[in-house]
């Protein structure tokens, strides 16, 4: 639930967060700020830490072969 709440939010309040875990305000509030997310105290909303996207570009031969062909196609 916490990565779903990471993706679909920028700030969220806290009691919604609590909700959501399934925790209380105050457990929920130092589980997120843990995984650092920022607490405004003033309007008791939270400000998610977006988790970065680790992205694997993988290396097919045979799409290799393809570019290789097609670029020297084009130079000639």
């Given at each position: 639930m916490f990565q779903l709440l990471q993706s679909a939010y920028s700030t969220i309040s806290i009691q919604d967060t609590a909700l959501f875990l399934g925790m209380s305000e105050e457990n929920a509030t130092n589980y997120v700020i843990q995984q650092g997310w920022i607490l405004d105290?003033?309007?008791?909303?939270?400000?998610?830490?977006?988790?970065?996207?680790?992205?694997e570009q993988k290396l097919d031969p045979s799409k290799l072969q393809n570019l290789t062909e097609y670029v020297f196609y084009l130079e000639h």
């Open positions: 105290p003033a309007s008791q909303m939270l400000t998610v830490k977006k988790q970065q996207i680790v992205k």
